[in-house]
């Protein structure tokens, strides 16, 4: 595996070495030292799977909160997507950046986002699935969110979304006061 880093300060995209042969292909996609040795999360106590069935679909931007905030390891297994960390952490030297990777279930990258950046994505195409590997268990108590579209962050998404939740529309704008 390869380690890219990005413009948000630990946030990675994970790219795997591919084997292949006639009988198809092979990749490692998480070895928990590897990891580690990189000082990024190594234990995923829950997985997720995103099913999305139609281009435009928009999900995010979610975190989960002090004092159980959670790490990403967010990888396209059909489809393609435009994923997006945000750094919510104060202290972090980029604070309020973002950055991008467009997941591709042909290419088996992944996306490594850290304890508390904000992740959210944005389907290329229909039918894409998303699995993910959390360092936390989820707490619906500690759940939060801050709009796709706020200008305080000013994300170039590739297009206008068609498809949005109800409590993605109504999430608010960002306020330092309300965050982690």
Request: proline share 6%.
């Amino acid at each position: 595996m390869r380690f890219a880093p990005t413009a948000v300060a630990g946030a990675f995209v994970v790219e795997v070495e591919v084997r292949a042969d006639d009988r198809g292909m092979f990749a490692r996609t998480f070895c928990a030292e590897s990891f580690a040795a990189h000082g990024l999360a190594s234990v995923y106590p829950q997985c997720n799977l995103s099913q999305n069935h139609r281009r435009g679909t928009l999900r995010g931007m979610h975190y989960q909160a002090d004092p159980k905030p959670e790490a990403k390891l967010v990888r396209a297994v059909r489809g393609r997507v435009f994923d997006v960390a945000l750094d919510l952490r104060r202290e972090s030297p980029t604070y309020l950046k973002w950055a991008s990777v467009e997941l591709d279930a042909t290419i088996h990258n992944a996306f490594y986002i850290p304890a508390g950046c904000a992740h959210g994505f944005l389907t290329l195409e229909d039918d894409c699935e998303l699995f993910y590997q959390m360092s936390a268990i989820y707490l619906p108590e500690l759940a939060r969110g801050v709009r796709w579209d706020d200008p305080a962050f000013s994300i170039a998404w590739p297009f206008t979304p068609s498809v949005i939740s109800e409590r993605d529309v109504a999430l608010e704008s960002y306020s330092q006061e309300k965050s982690l």
